[in-house]
C-alpha cells in the first residue's frame, strides 16, 4: 500500500476550530500530515501581518495535535515546492480563502493534488477583532466606575 502524504500552510495563531477542522480533514486524505507553519519574520514580510502568539507557541501547539505528523517553518513562497518535492507530497490543502492561488504548484509537480476547504465560522482575525473590542469595553466600564 501506497502512504499518502498531506502538506498545509498557514500561521496557525490563535488556533481555534476552524484550523482544527482544516488539520483534521487534511489529515484524513492521507496517512502523514505535514504542516508547514509560517514563521515571524516570513509573515511580516510576506503577509504583512503580526502574530499574536510566537513561531515556538504556533509549532508547540500545532506539534500536541493528534492529526500533525511533522512541523516544518515556512520562511518563503518557494518552501511549498521545496517541501512537496523533499516529502514527496501527494496533496496539498489550503482553506478556500486561498483559492486557486496555488493551482500553479500542480505544473511543477503534475501528480499533485491541490484541494481548498471551506474557512469555516471562525478566523485568527475575527476573534483579535472580537478581543480587542472587549477590551476597550472593559476599559470605558471600569473608567464608568471611577466616576
Given at each position: 500500500?501506497?502512504?499518502?502524504?498531506?502538506?498545509?500552510?498557514?500561521?496557525?495563531?490563535?488556533?481555534?476550530?476552524?484550523?482544527?477542522?482544516?488539520?483534521?480533514?487534511?489529515?484524513?486524505?492521507?496517512?502523514?500530515?505535514?504542516?508547514?507553519?509560517?514563521?515571524?519574520?516570513?509573515?511580516?514580510?510576506?503577509?504583512?501581518?503580526?502574530?499574536?502568539?510566537?513561531?515556538?507557541?504556533?509549532?508547540?501547539?500545532?506539534?500536541?495535535?493528534?492529526?500533525v505528523d511533522l512541523v516544518v517553518p515556512e520562511?518563503?513562497?518557494?518552501?511549498?515546492?521545496?517541501?512537496?518535492?523533499?516529502?514527496?507530497?501527494?496533496?496539498?490543502?489550503?482553506?478556500?480563502?486561498?483559492?486557486?492561488?496555488?493551482?500553479?504548484?500542480?505544473?511543477?509537480?503534475?501528480?499533485?493534488?491541490?484541494?481548498?476547504?471551506?474557512?469555516?465560522?471562525?478566523?485568527?482575525?475575527?476573534?483579535?477583532?472580537?478581543?480587542?473590542?472587549?477590551?476597550?469595553?472593559?476599559?470605558?466600564?471600569?473608567?464608568?466606575?471611577?466616576?
Amino acid at each position: 500500500m501506497n502512504e499518502k502524504t498531506v502538506l498545509v500552510a498557514g500561521t496557525f495563531d490563535i488556533l481555534h476550530e476552524s484550523h482544527i477542522n482544516l488539520l483534521r480533514n487534511a489529515r484524513n486524505l492521507g496517512d502523514r500530515l505535514i504542516v508547514m507553519l509560517s514563521t515571524d519574520e516570513f509573515n511580516l514580510r510576506e503577509k504583512q501581518k503580526i502574530s499574536y502568539q510566537d513561531y515556538d507557541t504556533r509549532k508547540y501547539i500545532l506539534e500536541s495535535i493528534r492529526y500533525v505528523d511533522l512541523v516544518v517553518p515556512e520562511q518563503s513562497w518557494e518552501d511549498k515546492s521545496l517541501y512537496i518535492d523533499m516529502f514527496g507530497v501527494d496533496i496539498f490543502a489550503m482553506g478556500d480563502d486561498w483559492k486557486n492561488k496555488f493551482d500553479s504548484l500542480k505544473k511543477e509537480f503534475p501528480e499533485l493534488k491541490v484541494m481548498y476547504f471551506p474557512r469555516g465560522k471562525t478566523s485568527s482575525t475575527k476573534i483579535k477583532l472580537e478581543l480587542g473590542e472587549q477590551f476597550r469595553m472593559n476599559k470605558e466600564m471600569k473608567k464608568d466606575e471611577i466616576v
